[in-house]
């Protein structure tokens, strides 16, 4: 059965020690935050992962299928660094117009370039564009996937500015908000060390996706 909502349902997650470590936040005790980014693995993700790891921060990334096949060691090292991974399908493309087959194939086939490239089978996907409905919902539930959406998006690919990118997160941030942004956008990389530092001082706790939602995601739900 689909369900929509907030729920928190028992799907473990197993993890690597430092998405271990994370998991020692309690999201419901403090205020947290996850930064997402989509259409990736590319040419500045290795960068993003630099700036992460320097900041102790954990973010989720929804990888896009072709691309994966392209940077594996990427999609490899995005996983072990402890970061969330999540299926963008594999071409990217607006789901709703599609045939039924075409939108099982495509996501199918995102989430299998990402278990070939990380030895981990994902667990979430967010539709392209955020074009879903129930449908989509249904055919991500016969895929074993919860649906991510977001609470905010920065529109980074149009603004293209390291410091208005910056003003658009700090203005989305808020506790238990999930915030989609493009490690394939330059100027997003850039703004990644101020942003963080920033939302470090108001107090954040900067978490994946499942973390939010206390390491459980149900497949056929949409979150949040």
Known sequence: MLIHGLLVVSLALSGTPAATTQAKIDCTKVKCLALTFDDGPGKHTAKLLKTLKK???????????KYVDQHPRLAKRIMTEGHAVGNHTYSHFSLTPRLDGEILDDIQAGKQAIEQATGRTPTMFRPPFGHTDERVLRIADELDLAEVKWTGTTHDWALKDKKKIKAK??????RDGIILMHDTVPQTVQAMPEVIKELKKQGYHLVTVPQLYGGKLRAGVSYP
């Open 55 to 65: 900041e102790r921060a954990k973010a989720t990334f929804f990888l896009t299928g």
């Open 169 to 174: 997160v700090l203005s989305l941030a808020k």
